[in-house]
């Protein structure tokens, strides 16, 4: 019986665990799902959405025990309130674009002929959610996936292991039915064999590069569907018409909220040589304004890392930079909280370049490097110089130079004066290692359904 762990960032503990389910009860779960989803699919699109959505609002009624539930499965200061905003943002604007973009396009409609393209529900969708954003990161697929007719069924991380039950107790409760919303315990052999099988008929993940490469072993051959977010290594670049306190308090934040541990997080800044020694000043001077602790605590502003091994890939990450020559520049003893293991102080390094893993691999800790350019052309490359590709921020008054910058930056999205947000009008998506696809917007509803044409003759004379 393999048992699956949370262990708190806050303590060490155990903080909840749950049983493994076998292949074959998980493949009966499955079966499930598929055979509601014909009568899901069904019902008229308004039911469907207004059924989501009375989910949702379940959902934040129980904020009180989900904000405190979050901080012990992965260290998220409960001062924050969790996720709703977002989870509310995404959630609602995708109930108000439901409709149109699930239309049909009608080509032709005469007295002789229709022809149209509508949308079908692909069938049933898997969801394997990363712990970091267990919440917002999980409806970005679940709420427009439901709505557009599918049957879903989640897989959540280890580290935020209640949050897949308790999203579907929630569903089930508002009046979503029995099997269109399953959550589902598993080891990561059970779900390769699951995909393997062909159990699903798209799936979404959202986690590490090598997770996405081992389900696209698992779906090989299989010709699932997959959307998948994988890691980031997002850069800032600011110009030397920023607006420079507005930049140091946003890309300071997108590099050390959530600890760093944000699927487009601020990981490398690129900064004019007029600006530089500015933006440094004053960037070590806001991270250092940080409260380390315990993220029970209302005062606790930067909560521990979700796990001690993710705080340790920085801690090597930066020390290997450190014997390369970088400088850092936050004192530890503003710090006294940092004990080595998950609990980690923020730090800004400086004399980096890209020969450190520092300022290449993706750190997703609440540490960034900031370096010095000359101008556009430096700064397009090294921003290019990535095997990533999510977001990049781009910091100036001149909004045809962003434009013009971003249309040579290789990445999924484009920020002028802001980071770490996601617009659920647009299309969430990245390039080369940070995988594949696109969630939210009209395209998200797209790639969770497919196209069926209609071409219907009236008339045979």
């Known amino acids: 019986m393999t048992m699956i762990q949370c262990i708190s960032p806050v303590d060490g503990s155990v903080y909840a665990e749950r049983q493994a389910m076998s292949f074959e009860e998980a493949a009966v779960a499955v079966d499930r799902a ?92 898997f969801v394997i959610a990363p712990w970091n954003y267990p919440y917002m990161t999980a409806i970005n697929t679940i709420a427009p996936a439901l709505m557009a007719g599918n049957t879903v069924v989640i897989k959540h991380a280890s580290q935020t292991l209640l949050v897949g039950e308790r999203m ?96 487009c997080g601020i990981e490398r800044i690129y900064v004019h040589e007029s600006l530089y020694d500015k933006f440094v000043e004053k960037s070590v001077a806001w991270v250092s304004n940080y409260k380390l602790g315990n993220p029970l605590d209302q005062e606790t502003t930067l909560g521990p890392m979700a796990n001690k091994r993710f705080a340790q890939v920085v801690r090597e990450q930066v020390a290997d930079a450190v014997s390369r020559g970088a400088r850092a520049l936050v004192d530890p003893k503003l710090f006294p ?49 990535s095997k990533y590709g999510l977001t990049a921020s781009l910091w100036t008054q001149d909004t045809e130079r962003a434009g013009r910058l971003g249309r040579e930056i290789e990445t999924g999205t484009v920020f002028m004066n802001r980071a770490d947000y996601l617009d659920p009008a647009l299309c969430w998506t990245g390039v080369k290692e940070t995988g594949r696809g696109g969630s939210l917007s009209v395209l998200g509803f797209h790639n969770l359904t497919r196209p069926k044409s209609y071409h219907l003759k009236k008339v045979t004379q």
Not at 242 to 251: H, I, N, Q, R, S
């Open 168 to 263: 579907v107790r929630a569903f089930v409760e508002a009046g979503v039915p029995d099997d269109v919303f399953v959550n589902l315990f598993l080891d990561h052999d059970t779900t390769s064999a699951l995909i393997a099988a062909g159990k699903f008929n798209f799936i979404n993940f959202t986690g590490s590069v090598a997770g996405g490469r081992s389900i696209e072993r698992a779906a090989a051959g299989t010709f699932t569907g997959l959307g998948l977010e994988l890691g980031g290594k997002d850069p800032g670049y600011v110009m030397e018409d920023a607006d420079l306190d507005a930049a140091v308090d946003t890309l300071m934040d997108g590099a050390t909220y959530n600890s760093g541990q944000c699927c």
């Open 34 to 125: 598929r055979k509601a989803q014909k009568a899901w699919a069904k019902r008229p699109l308004e039911e469907r959405v207004q059924l989501v959505m009375k989910g949702v609002a379940r959902l934040n009624e129980m904020a009180d025990e989900i904000v405190p539930e979050l901080a012990w499965m992965m260290g998220r200061p409960i001062r924050y309130g969790g996720e709703f905003k977002g989870f509310n943002e995404r959630s609602n604007y995708v109930a108000s674009i439901a409709a149109d973009a699930l239309a049909p396009m009608v080509v032709e409609e005469s007295g002789a002929f229709e022809r149209r393209i509508e949308r079908e529900a692909h069938g049933v969708v």
């Open 337 to 385: 909280a940092d004990d080595g293991g998950a609990y980690l102080a923020p730090q800004v390094l400086v004399d980096v370049d890209h020969s450190m893993t520092f300022m290449t691999e993706e750190t997703f800790g609440p540490a960034v490097g900031i370096m010095k350019v000359k101008g556009d052309e430096e700064a397009v490359a090294l921003m290019n110089d």
